[in-house]
């Protein structure tokens, strides 16, 4: 059973940083991709930046390129996202999931075959 426990969120003014951390269980190899997204109310959801376990490659929205980054550490098997310079639009739930892909993950195209609660990240102007 995969497990996906996401902290870190918060309220900060535009500019500002935050750290989120997505603690995992249970999640091997079989999960090609593992990253975040975020649902704002009202709007359907974004994939935002993804790590691919065949070769740890990267991937980020165009909306957070630049501003954000994705790492993680196999020894505490925890995924992070960086979030720097945000902004107000940047408001939303971030939730922690895996995927079949990374590309259809920022893409929109795939379905998550598992995801978190999220963590609320707020930017005020």
């Known amino acids: 059973q995969v497990q996906l426990v996401e902290s870190g969120g918060g309220s900060v003014q535009s500019g500002g940083s935050l750290t989120l951390s997505c603690a995992t269980s249970?999640?091997?190899?079989?999960?090609?991709?593992i990253g975040w997204f975020r649902q704002a109310p009202g709007k359907d959801r974004e994939g935002v930046s993804c790590?691919?376990?065949?070769?740890?490659?990267?991937y980020y929205a165009d909306s957070v390129k630049g501003r954000f980054a994705i790492y993680r550490d196999n020894i505490l098997n925890t995924i992070y996202l960086q979030l720097d310079r945000l902004k107000p639009e940047d408001t939303a739930v971030y939730h922690c999931?895996?995927?079949?892909?990374?590309?259809?993950?920022?893409?929109?195209?795939?379905?998550?075959?598992?995801w978190g609660q999220g963590t609320q990240v707020t930017v005020s102007s």
């Open positions: 999931a895996t995927a079949p892909s990374c590309l259809g993950m920022i893409q929109g195209s795939d379905n998550y075959d598992y």
């Open positions: 249970g999640w091997t190899l079989d999960y090609s991709a």
């Open positions: 790590i691919s376990n065949s070769d740890g490659s990267e």
